[in-house]
């Protein structure tokens, strides 16, 4: 008889598990207190303009992840990005400046001095220091490439990815394919052409690009949640969960008040981690997962702009802008969300979406909403040339966003490896381990019970 199991949020990755686990022929039950499954993932539409108040589209690296999204259904709502979104920018001295996309274009490009593209070609001969411990990536990018790279390039990236801070970040875990490239070679740039030529030589030419859905990424945890018909169960208020001689019994009322209690044995917790502490777990688990609390996760504002594309003066034609912390501004970058995928807005017209806060400026994300969406309407008119109010105004402010894999978090690791093998059954999966990304998340999750191909 097949292992039951329980999972405990419906996020993309408790989604996906509950997918993984059907698809193995086990008994599972997906439990949701929210009224929506998706958790960060909420596509809005409205007056003709369609927005995402979460990420704003997912990286396809692998046929993996293409098969599997056909595989839910959802192969003719694959959107790429228009051909314009191919050409992103960075803020320099209040102009957005095209960003490098290659080598070629990083010694060419007016970002950085040439001075900082004489340091980059001399990372080629770079050798790992003896006796280096975890560092900061700000740290790890100026030993390597010199500072102008930190401050032009790194940290608007940054900011873009994780709202995070470079010299808090962790380059070892939140950019491993750094530290792996420099523990080979020594030099970052050449254990990136040394994996670069392993990749083609295993016969994997795979070329990765950004992808969303015709209705909006949402189109995804609604295709899951479909496949999962009655296993999932929204609006549930789990009340108490307990270590049984024979697994994991959860104790749980659904949305009309009445109270189930169900045992399995594997428990999966797919909450955030500081959501983990909001759980009735056993004293014992609780105090083991007690430091996963510490993990930080800095409010970002998310604020969707629509404008007659007559009235903004920027041709808009790319993926966005970043924007570099000395530039001193009050925005991470803005997103030419119409201008990324097909069918954001009416005719005529054009939607931005400007990220506010962070761990740059976590206090700007805290402020009124009335205030979040004036700073974002200045910023636009700033640095886009936009004339007059928006016609459009639809924000979201996410108060615990994104997790930071900071220095030191090796420790939370650590932890979790530790319940998991105190507490037989119990597994700890979401986007604070093993990657950020969509994708990531649903390739750990799946590949937790069986390896998706």
């Given at each position: ?16 598990l509950?997918w ?16 929506q499954?998706g958790g960060?993932i ?32 959802l ?22 400046v095209?960003?490098p ?14 001075g ?5 070609l ?19 990018v100026?030993r ?6 930190l ?10 990815i ?13 950019f ?15 254990g ?12 994997n ?7 969303s859905?015709k ?10 949640a ?33 109270t ?17 502490d ?24 998310s ?6 594309r ?20 009050d925005?991470?970058g ?26 740059r400026?976590?206090?700007l ?11 974002a309407?200045r910023e ?5 040339g936009?004339s007059?109010e928006?016609e459009?105004v ?12 900071n220095v030191?978090?090796g ?12 507490f037989p ?5 979401g ?7 969509l ?15």
């Amino acid at each position: 008889m097949s292992k039951r199991a329980i999972v405990i949020g419906a996020g993309i990755t408790g989604l996906t598990l509950g997918w993984a686990l059907q698809r193995a022929g086990r008994p599972v039950r997906v439990l949701e207190k929210s009224a929506q499954a998706g958790g960060a993932i909420r596509t809005i539409r409205r007056d003709g303009y369609l927005v995402e108040a979460g990420p704003n589209s997912l990286l396809v690296n692998s046929v993996v992840l293409e098969n599997f999204f056909r595989g839910l259904g959802l192969g003719p709502q694959m959107l790429k990005p228009e051909e314009a979104a191919r050409n992103r920018y960075i803020l320099k001295k209040g102009e957005f400046v095209a960003a490098p996309m290659g080598p070629g274009e990083l010694l060419s490009t007016p970002l950085i001095s040439g001075g900082a593209k004489w340091r980059l070609l001399g990372e080629f001969f770079a050798q790992k220091p003896e006796g280096l411990r975890e560092e900061s990536l700000a740290s790890f990018v100026e030993r390597h490439f010199g500072p102008e790279i930190l401050d032009y390039v790194v940290n608007p990236f940054v900011g873009g990815i994780y709202a995070g801070d470079p010299w808090k970040l962790s380059a070892q875990h939140a950019f491993p394919m750094l530290a792996e490239a420099e523990n080979e070679c020594g030099s970052v740039i050449r254990g990136m052409i040394k994996k670069r030529k392993a990749k083609r030589a295993a016969g994997n030419t795979f070329k990765s690009y950004s992808l969303s859905f015709k209705d909006g990424l949402q189109a995804l945890p609604d295709a899951l949640a479909a496949k999962l018909g009655d296993t999932l169960t929204l609006s549930a208020s789990v009340e108490s969960i307990e270590q049984t001689a024979s697994g994991w019994s959860v104790r749980w009322q659904d949305g009309d008040g009445n109270t189930h209690t169900e045992t399995a044995a594997d428990l999966y917790l797919t909450t955030p981690s500081h959501a983990l502490d909001q759980l009735t777990l056993p004293c014992k688990v609780s105090e083991t997962l007690t430091p996963l609390a510490a993990i930080e996760y800095p409010p970002v504002a998310s604020v969707a702009l629509g404008y007659d594309r007559k009235n903004i003066s920027h041709p808009l034609d790319g993926f966005g802008g970043l924007i570099p912390e000395l530039e001193d501004r009050d925005a991470l970058g803005v997103l030419f969300s119409s201008s990324l995928f097909a069918g954001r807005a009416p005719e005529g017209k054009a939607l931005l979406t400007v990220f506010i806060g962070g761990a740059r400026q976590p206090e700007l994300a805290q402020t009124a909403e009335e205030d979040i969406r004036a700073i974002a309407v200045r910023e636009v008119n700033h640095l886009l040339g936009a004339s007059g109010e928006p016609e459009f105004v639809e924000g979201t402010t996410w108060p615990q966003a994104i997790p930071q894999y900071n220095v030191g978090y090796g420790d939370f690791l650590e932890a979790i490896n530790e319940a998991e093998k105190e507490f037989p059954g119990l597994h700890l999966l979401g986007n604070y381990r093993g990657g950020i990304s969509l994708g990531q998340c649903i390739l750990n999750a799946a590949n937790t019970i069986e390896p998706l191909g």
